[in-house]
């Protein structure tokens, strides 16, 4: 049950300096969020910890994030642990909301660790990111399935995430995620769905990476390989099956919207797997 009265916020500013270092301009927090100290990073950005008091998202908790990265300036934000969703009584839910906004040449990476939503836990996120012209942006996600060695694979009531990113005011990426589990086992036949070729495929763990803005340095076929990717491939029935064997503990793949950016998806049995996809595409791109 959620002990805050009000919404629980973080807001912050980062900003570059005559010197051409980032530095943090403004911030607010009020509980459970915690910032530590920035850390400088070899191009002149910084690297911000979000921390939290709480041992995870409650029932009720509403969360509210605001992220401005001004003009020329380079902030990356981390979490300091997998963030468990609990559950929560029947009807009720936690929700997030996160607005973020890069001026002119600036970048920003957000890399919060996955996301373990418990049996009958009931979630909802929704991110919308303004970029400006020149701006770069790396977005992460992973979710797990549950607490799969507790026997809690996709036993979640609901999750949801909705992803918009502007650039200069129009609409470039939308992304609605939207997944109903078994809420405890009491709908095993939602369960079986998620398992199914066209959703996990058997896997439990599923990652996503949007790389924006980073044309310049980068195209589909750079990227794909760089994860080691046919340069096309067919799905037939044969490579689908591929999925559902275990030794492939890794299905990776990527795409590229009209605008040069690039969307990665991954799904895994692993979340260390997927985020070792990310460090490998995230290192490739510096």
Same mark, same amino acid.
């Given at each position: 049950m959620n002990l805050f009265a009000s919404p629980s916020r973080f807001e912050i500013t980062a900003c570059r300096s005559a010197s051409g270092k980032t530095f943090v301009k403004d911030s607010f927090f009020t509980s459970p969020f915690k910032i530590m100290k920035p850390f400088a990073q070899d191009?002149? &950005?910084? #690297?911000v910890f979000l921390q939290s008091a709480s041992p995870g998202i409650l029932e009720g908790d509403l969360q509210l994030h605001k992220i401005t990265v001004g003009q020329g300036a380079s902030l990356e934000i981390r979490s300091q642990s997998f963030e468990k969703i609990?559950?929560?009584?029947? &009807?009720? !839910? %936690? =929700?997030? *909301?996160?607005? #973020?906004?890069?001026m002119e040449n600036s970048s920003l990476v957000y890399r919060p660790l996955p996301c373990i939503p418990f049996s009958k836990s009931s979630f909802s996120s929704v991110t919308e990111i303004s970029l400006s012209k020149n701006s @770069?942006?790396? +977005? $992460?996600? !992973?979710?797990? #399935?549950g607490r799969c060695a507790h026997g809690e694979t996709f036993d979640f009531t609901l999750y949801k995430n909705l992803i918009k990113i502007f650039r200069e005011k129009k609409l470039v990426f939308y992304d609605n995620l939207f997944l109903e589990g078994s809420? &405890?086992? /009491?709908?095993? =036949?939602?369960? =079986?769905?998620?398992? $199914?070729k066209t959703m996990f495929a058997g896997f439990t763990h599923c990652g996503s990476m949007l790389v924006f803005g980073y044309s310049d340095k980068a195209d589909l076929k750079k990227i794909r390989g760089i994860l080691s990717l046919e340069e096309k491939l067919l799905y037939t029935e044969e490579n689908t099956n591929v999925a559902l064997d275990e030794k492939k503990s890794l299905l990776v793949e %990527?795409? $590229? /919207?009209? +605008? &040069?950016?690039?969307?990665? @998806?991954?799904?895994?049995?692993? #979340? $260390? *797997?997927?985020?070792k996809v990310f460090e490998q595409v995230r290192n490739a791109l510096k």
């Open positions: 191009d002149g &950005g910084i #690297a609990f559950k929560m009584d029947s &009807g009720k !839910c %936690a =929700e997030r *909301k996160i607005f #973020a906004e890069l @770069r942006l790396i +977005y $992460e996600d !992973c979710i797990c #399935a809420d &405890g086992k /009491n709908h095993p =036949e939602r369960k =079986e769905r998620l398992l $199914e %990527a795409s $590229e /919207n009209d +605008y &040069g950016d690039f969307i990665i @998806r991954c799904l895994s049995f692993s #979340a $260390e *797997k997927i985020q």
